[in-house]
């Protein structure tokens, strides 16, 4: 089993940028594909974005394509979102999520495909 823990988030203006960070423990992340998602206050949970377990080109939701990134340091056992040009609708608790899977290339999409979650960090963009 592998626990995740979010850190990074906090309040930014609009404009600005963060990193949030998924450090992992109790087992290597190498094996898992890895996912971000957010969740507005009276919204459901929804895709940020997410990055195999080999590390190819992640998938990005349409409404931060562009301005978020997503990368991995297995080495590090952590996960990154990268977030820039924030906007206010941007403002969410944001999880990350974990599948162990036998496939390098495999992208996971959806939030019943995960199987362990974070406890969340705020995002809280003001305008």
């Known amino acids: 089993q592998v626990q995740l823990v979010e850190s990074g988030g906090g309040l930014v203006q609009a404009g600005g940028s963060l990193r949030l960070s998924c450090a992992t423990s109790?087992?290597?992340?190498?094996?898992?594909?890895m996912g971000w998602f957010r969740q507005a206050p009276g919204k459901e949970r929804e895709l940020v974005g997410a990055?195999?377990?080999?590390?190819?080109?992640?998938y990005y939701a349409a409404s931060v394509k562009g301005r978020f990134t997503i990368s991995r340091d297995n080495a590090k056992n952590t996960v990154y979102l990268q977030m820039d040009s924030l906007l206010s609708e941007d403002t969410a608790v944001y999880y990350c999520a974990a599948t162990e899977t036998s496939f390098t290339g495999r992208l996971l999409l959806k939030t019943k495909e995960y199987d362990y979650w974070g406890q969340g960090t705020q995002l809280t963009v003001s305008s």
């Open positions: 990055i195999t377990r080999g590390g190819g080109t992640p």
């Open positions: 109790g087992r290597t992340i190498s094996n898992y594909a």
